[in-house]
């Protein structure tokens, strides 16, 4: 892990999710979902600050709310164009990396997202990923802001709403590159689905937070529960 490098978390939520709306706001162990993804991720000692990324509706002034509240950046931008907001934060806070995290995957941590990070070799790629290794819903993207912003003019409006589409095309890979991060050791990549897009996933996550018994638990705890 490079030690000059400006690096941050950025954690993009808003309010308008068309198949849960303010679904980030919703409880979770207690606490709305959007602040029980942050306090898991925010003692990472690689990710650097934690920003979270929102956009210009008014239905997001919680977010921006919750976000002094807890303490961190907040950064407002385009809506759909996820990709323009991304592109906006890094130069709002003078990045050259962004980690990728969505709102939507309440089981990231801190630790999980720093084993990633220790892999990472700067000169070795634009993009490094989790997406194929690691089970759904533990999801990281370590994404160059250079690169980025040279290929978003050129995006397309579902790789701007999906920010990283691009650099998985055969092109974009051979121009940049793309690595992987390795599981931990005792991982499997396994199949469980631990997003929460549906009222059923929030309701899934709901149990498990509950029977685990706290918000702090590690992922590999998770694990162990569901089955992965």
């Known amino acids: 892990m490079p030690v000059r490098t400006r690096i941050a978390t950025v954690l993009s939520a808003r309010m308008a999710s068309s198949r ?3 679904k980030a706001m919703l409880p979770l162990g ?4 959007i602040q029980f993804v942050i306090e898991r991720l925010r003692d990472t000692q690689y990710g650097g600050k934690i920003i979270l990324a929102t956009t210009q509706r008014a239905d997001d002034d919680v977010l921006v709310q919750m976000g002094v509240k807890m303490g961190i950046c907040v950064f407002r931008g385009a809506d759909v164009d996820v990709a323009g907001r991304y592109v906006a934060a890094a130069h709002e806070f003078g990045l050259d990396w962004i980690v990728r995290v969505t709102g939507d995957c ?8 720093d084993h990633c990070l220790a892999q990472w070799q700067p000169k070795g790629a634009a993009i490094w990923t989790t997406k194929g290794i690691f089970p759904v819903g533990i999801d990281y993207e370590l994404i160059s802001c250079a690169a980025l912003a040279a290929e978003w003019p050129a995006m397309s409006t579902e790789e701007r709403e999906h920010v990283t589409l691009r650099f998985y095309g055969v092109e974009a890979e051979r121009s940049y590159g793309r690595k992987q991060f390795s599981l931990p050791a005792g991982w499997v990549r396994g199949t469980k689905h631990l997003t929460v897009d549906t009222q059923e996933d929030y309701r899934c996550a709901c149990e498990l937070v509950d029977r685990l018994g706290c918000r702090n638990f590690p992922v590999a705890d998770l694990f162990n529960m569901v089955g992965v």
């Open 106 to 113: 309440p089981f990231l941590d801190a630790q999980s997202l």
């Open 30 to 33: 207690g606490v709305p979902m």
């Open 20 to 22: 849960l709306p303010g």
